[in-house]
């Protein structure tokens, strides 16, 4: 008898992301992300922020990407740009207080969360999961983690994006409905969080088409910078 069982099937590696100045890195089990968590960007997608809790999707975790470069999806032809703070957890449980959330927190980085927005409008008018627009292949890239030991938990700060240096999406962390620790708490109540999961927070208005070719350059003040070209 051994102690491992073989594999009976290729064993694909588990993703990871880079952490800036450290040769570790960070092991990556669950992708969630939040939606509508910006007023404006909540309206300008029809919809009314005052009245709706938090509500969640999930990415896959092989759909981060840090390479710089996003391949344009197939099926779709209206891909859209959602630059959002990621909170990587070095801790999990259930049922979180939000006053312990943030020690759960091991650090920060910058993603996007790219959108097929026909196929979401798609889902969303017949009332079907939104894992088609949301969770293809290299659907989130990631900039490097940054730690929290090093710059702290952000509360507030730009949120941005630029397509060929042109403004697109400007907000204010201090302008997400639900905050970071409350985020934590609300996940862990619906989901048993663990380290290597990821939380991306919500876009801020200003979500547009990309276009093969297109450089979007887009950041979180004081945590980093992504650029990403289309290809
Ligand atoms: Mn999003």
Same mark, same amino acid.
């Given at each position: 008898m051994t102690a491992t069982a073989a594999f009976v099937v290729e064993a694909v590696p588990r993703p990871t992301l880079p952490v !800036?100045?450290?040769?570790?890195?960070?092991?990556?089990?669950?992708? +969630?992300?939040?939606?509508?968590? +910006?007023?404006?960007?909540?309206?300008?997608?029809?919809? !009314?922020? !005052?009245?709706?809790?938090?509500?969640?999707?999930?990415k896959n975790p092989d759909s981060l990407a840090h390479d710089g470069t996003f391949p344009y999806p197939p099926m779709s032809r209206d891909v859209h740009?959602?630059?959002?703070?990621?909170?990587?957890?070095?801790?999990?449980?259930?049922?979180?207080?939000?006053?312990?959330?943030?020690?759960?927190?091991?650090? +920060?980085?910058?993603?996007?969360?790219?959108?097929?927005r026909d196929l979401q409008g798609e889902a969303k008018k017949l009332g079907r999961p939104w894992d088609t627009g949301k969770a293809f292949e290299r659907s989130a890239p990631c900039?490097?983690?940054v730690p929290a030991s090093r710059i702290g938990h952000p509360d507030k700060g730009r949120v941005w994006l630029e397509v060929n240096g042109e403004p697109r999406q400007e907000g204010d962390l201090a302008q997400?409905?639900?905050?970071?620790?409350?985020?934590?708490?609300?996940l862990s109540t619906l989901f048993t969080l663990a380290p290597g999961d990821l939380v991306m927070t919500g876009t801020p208005a200003g979500v547009g088409a990309v276009k093969r070719g297109d450089v979007l350059k887009g950041g979180v003040e004081g945590v980093g910078v992504i650029e990403v070209r289309v290809v």
């Open positions: !800036d100045g450290e040769r570790g890195v960070f092991p990556v089990r669950r992708v +969630y992300c939040v939606g509508r968590n +910006y007023a404006a960007h909540a309206r300008e997608m029809g919809h !009314d922020p !005052d009245r709706e809790p938090p509500f969640f999707f999930q740009h959602e630059i959002e703070l990621v909170v990587a957890l070095k801790g999990g449980g259930g049922d979180i207080p939000v006053e312990e959330a943030l020690d759960r927190v091991y650090g +920060y980085a910058v993603g996007l969360d790219m959108t097929r900039s490097p983690l997400l409905i639900w905050t970071v620790p409350e985020v934590i708490a609300y």
